[in-house]
């Protein structure tokens, strides 16, 4: 295990613990994935979530059709421009996910030490007796005495509507189980998961490839969360199946580890990925609850060192039904920020839950109080010791900035890029203050009139939310610390030391105007002029 990255000085006000924070531009350095659905698609709820601090909103294609998605991106896309709020957009492919399909959507009640039978006839109905599922090869996978978990979308993990089933014999087809608890399972849908054993069903299924191609390819999707990741190999299939789509090109694969197989094979699928999503619900169940702390801490290490976004999901389960979550929930959070997440990821929260919104602001306000004694100069020394010499020039360059900014105390540091990298690569360092990525485009035209603004204005032309340096700018979003600001699309990337200096001028003005910059603070700067990279600190004046 690694050293804790917990700060604490001494001596330590137990009083102090109570008095109210002080508010804050950015809600947290920490960023929040929330996943849309029927109690957060109005424009209304999505604009307070924005409000609220969520800057990736997540699409879950394991239910409702494309249709009913892309009502819910458009209210998004007006919720973006009411609020000013910069968001980015994932989409959650369906995967090896096996399901029970409950037609009816009658509830079922199984009782302990019943008997049920798992059967690929999906002709039948769904009853107390007999669960269909969509998947006709699960009894050449099963044997005796093998676990299955059968729960509602996105586990509760509550014994009373997710239940323990227990492989007894396999006949033909079906599998026939023993109940090990008492439950109800209500809707139309409930996910499968085989305890540790292997699915012969694909990573990116044809329902994938060819909701990716049509919806995923009309809305230029900024991330791609690729379900049940077991193998580096998933991942290059998908990243082949995106470059044929043109304009998915650029968009980022997230790994999504659910099982076993997926923790084996981690270093190498790291190694393809562009980023990291932990979904402990599937997790905690193929792991024993005792090694679940270990793998989240050894995971959230390797791709902090690796300096690709991690993403934590099933934090403030609770917060479905109620208004405050558990002690041990709270807990939670401050714990996945102190390990080195970049994102908490919000399912069933905000999908379905009562309380969407007061859930954002929450796991934002515990995520933000976590950063405040988080150890950076533990990490700090950890990350240039892991690096190690010589140093990469960019590696060399954000790394200075980043102690650069500690040492003078800065209020922020602004790095000027195109694709993103240099800007990700300062976050990488997990400074104390906000990274602006000012993201300068490369286009060949100077016809776009674009006001230099954090956030979409009215007035902006459709086209614009599908453009490579707003994607770029968006697939910050998920980066913890980084905070991405659009230039002028007049301006170059290649551009003059008079342009440069016209570009800060307009961003430290609108830091001012944002509250993030006062008079008299410290600014780091990270800028290319020429050939060469440089790394500068302003003083503001009145």
């Given amino acids: 295990m690694h050293s804790s990255h917990l700060l604490l000085e001494e001596p330590i006000r137990m009083v102090s613990i109570l008095e109210p924070s002080k508010a804050s531009f950015f809600p947290a350095m920490t960023k929040i994935v929330g996943t849309l659905g029927p109690k957060s698609r109005s424009v209304e709820v999505i604009s307070g979530c924005l409000k609220a601090g969520m800057s990736v909103a997540r699409f879950d294609f394991s239910w409702g059709d494309p249709e009913y998605h892309q009502e819910t991106l458009e209210n998004l896309k007006n919720a973006i421009k009411a609020t000013k709020k910069l968001c980015a957009v ?3 492919t369906v995967g090896a996910e096996m399901q029970v399909v409950n037609k009816t959507e009658k509830s079922i009640t199984l009782q302990a030490n019943g008997q049920v039978v798992l059967t690929p006839d999906q002709g039948q109905e769904a009853s107390s007796q007999i669960l269909p599922i969509n998947f006709d090869g699960l009894a050449k996978s099963m044997k005796k005495g093998d676990t299955i978990f059968v729960g509602q979308y996105l586990f509760t993990g509550s014994e009373t509507t997710s239940v323990w089933l227990e492989v007894t014999e396999v006949i033909g087809q079906d599998v026939v189980c023993t109940i090990k608890n008492s439950a109800t399972l209500a809707g139309s849908l409930f996910t499968l998961h085989a305890s540790q054993v292997h699915i012969d069903l694909p990573t990116l299924t044809d329902k994938d490839k060819e909701v990716i191609s049509t919806w995923g390819v009309k809305n230029k999707i900024d991330f791609l969360s690729l379900s049940y990741t077991r193998h580096a190999e998933d991942v290059r299939q998908a990243r082949e199946f995106l470059s044929k789509l043109g304009d998915l090109s650029q968009t980022q694969i997230f790994a999504k580890i659910e099982n076993v197989e997926g923790l084996t094979h981690f270093d190498e699928i790291l190694q393809e990925a562009d980023g990291i999503i932990l979904s402990r619900g599937n997790l905690g169940i193929d792991l024993p609850p005792e090694k679940v702390f270990y793998f989240q801490k050894s995971a959230l290490y390797k791709c902090n060192m690796a300096g690709k976004p991690a993403v934590l999901t099933r934090v403030v389960d609770s917060m479905t039904d109620n208004l405050r979550p558990t002690r041990a929930e709270a807990t939670d959070v401050a714990n996945a920020v102190l390990d080195g997440s970049d994102a908490i990821l919000l399912g069933a929260e905000t999908l ?191």
């Avoid at 790095?415 to 990525?437: E, Q």
């Avoid at 674009?450 to 707003?470: C, I, K, M, N, R």
């Avoid at 913890?480 to 007049?490: K, V, Y």
């Avoid at 603070?521 to 020429?530: A, E, L, S, Y």
Wanted: hydrophobic share 45%; aromatic share 6%.
């Fill in 90 to 92: 994932m989409l959650d």
């Fill in 352 to 542: 379905r839950g009562l309380y969407p919104v007061e859930t954002i602001s929450i796991v934002g306000k515990i995520c933000a109080e976590a950063e405040k004694v988080f150890n950076q100069d533990l990490y700090f020394k950890k990350t240039v010791k892991y690096v190690g010499e010589p140093m990469t020039h960019l590696e060399s360059i954000a790394s200075s900035a980043v102690r650069a900014a500690i040492k003078v105390k800065a209020s922020v540091i602004i790095c000027f890029t195109s694709s993103g990298r240099a800007a990700r690569l300062i976050a990488k360092y997990r400074p104390t203050m906000p990274v602006l990525s000012v993201v300068i485009p490369r286009l060949k035209t100077n016809q776009l009139k674009w006001s230099f603004s954090g956030a979409f204005e009215d007035e902006l032309p459709t086209h614009l939310w599908e453009s490579v340096f707003t994607i770029n700018a968006r697939q910050s979003l998920i980066v913890r610390g980084l905070f991405p600001m659009l230039a002028d699309p007049r301006h170059p990337a290649e551009s003059t030391s008079a342009t440069n200096e016209s570009i800060l001028k307009v961003a430290l003005d609108h830091g001012k105007a944002s509250g993030v910059i006062k008079s008299h603070d410290r600014v780091v700067v990270c800028q290319k002029v020429g050939d060469a990279s440089v790394v500068k600190i302003i003083e503001l004046e009145d």
